[in-house]
């Protein structure tokens, strides 16, 4: 079943490859810039715990491009998903257009939070202590959400 995108889920698509696009444009235009050492880890608290080379920096705009990229895949099929509910033809539509919705919000919240550690650490900044929550309840919280309208859909 080929399942039409929405225009939320073409619209997170969008910021998706607007900020995955702006970070590497961001690198690329400051890389001069950025100190030759950057923060390379942080705790649960936001604070840096380990100072790296620059180069490690690559590896954040990386990894948020491949996550987007294999979500970006997996919400192309969705018979392979395994949605916790019996698929019938009569909740066919609702349950696969909550899990790609859900696949849409993930998939932003994953490019947001990378995109935000990303910029950080090029600036050797701090993350602020409201961070790793935030992170959670954005990546977390829509699974939930979504995970309910599942189940309704019974």
Not at 29 to 49: F, L
């Amino acid at each position: 079943m080929k399942l039409r995108s929405s225009l939320f889920d073409r619209i997170a698509n969008i910021i998706c490859l607007v900020l995955l696009v702006g970070v590497v444009v961001f690198f690329i235009a400051a890389w001069g810039s950025i100190p030759d050492q950057v923060p390379g880890h942080y705790d649960a608290g936001g604070n840096v715990t380990r100072m790296g080379s620059k180069s490690e920096l690559v590896i954040l705009p990386i990894m948020a491009w491949f996550l987007y990229l294999i979500m970006l895949g997996v919400s192309l099929f969705p018979q392979a998903w395994s949605t916790g509910v019996k698929v019938t033809a009569e909740n066919r539509v609702r349950v696969y257009r909550a899990i790609k919705h859900m696949l849409s919000t993930v998939k932003l919240a994953v490019v947001i939070i990378f995109v935000f550690i990303a910029l950080s650490t090029a600036i050797t900044q701090s993350l602020p202590s409201w961070f790793l929550p935030a992170s959670l309840i954005l990546t977390f919280g829509p699974m939930a959400y979504f995970i309910i309208q599942l189940i309704r859909y019974r």
